[in-house]
């Protein structure tokens, strides 16, 4: 049981250090980007936000009984789009985690229990990543908030 707490608690360190990392050169990026650009990224980190919104309200349907494929369908495209923005922002870890999360509405059985663990594309978890990015997005650039 503490070889299984040690490796996790690597394991989370390793991943902080390798998202700070990723954040620290992402932010000297950002610092040479235009205004535009951090208004492009400002906009994709909100929208994180948003569709993580649409997404608990259609879950909650799912735990009453009402699935929609339709619906998931359009989470799976709206997911995968906006992996697409960030990815072309350079926001990789983001990207990455909604990239998954469209992945996952498109079919969740592709994924074990374990994977999805592991990649942690959980709401709390993406929401917290995607608002520490535009409180910083907004520190570099001088934006207002929303």
Known sequence: MANEMSFESAAAISFAKA??????????N?????????????????????LIRKTTAYSRG???GQQDFRSEAELAED???LAHTLAELELTGLAKKCDL????????AQFTPDFLSEADIGF???EKMARKL?????????????
Do not use: C, F
């Not at 998202?19 to 000297?28: C, G, M, P, R, S």
């Not at 999360?101 to 969740?108: E, L």
């Not at 535009?134 to 929303?146: E, F, H, M, V, Y």
């Open 19 to 28: 998202l700070a990392t990723h954040i620290l050169k992402w932010l000297t």
């Open 30 to 50: 950002l610092n040479r980007a235009k205004g535009e650009r951090q208004r492009e990224s400002l906009r994709a980190v909100n929208k994180v936000v948003s």
């Open 62 to 64: 799912v735990r009453l």
């Open 79 to 81: 997911w995968s789009d």
């Open 101 to 108: 999360s469209g992945r996952y509405w498109a079919d969740s």
């Open 124 to 126: 709390q978890t993406m």
């Open 134 to 146: 535009a409180t910083q997005i907004r520190a570099r650039s001088k934006l207002a908030p929303d």
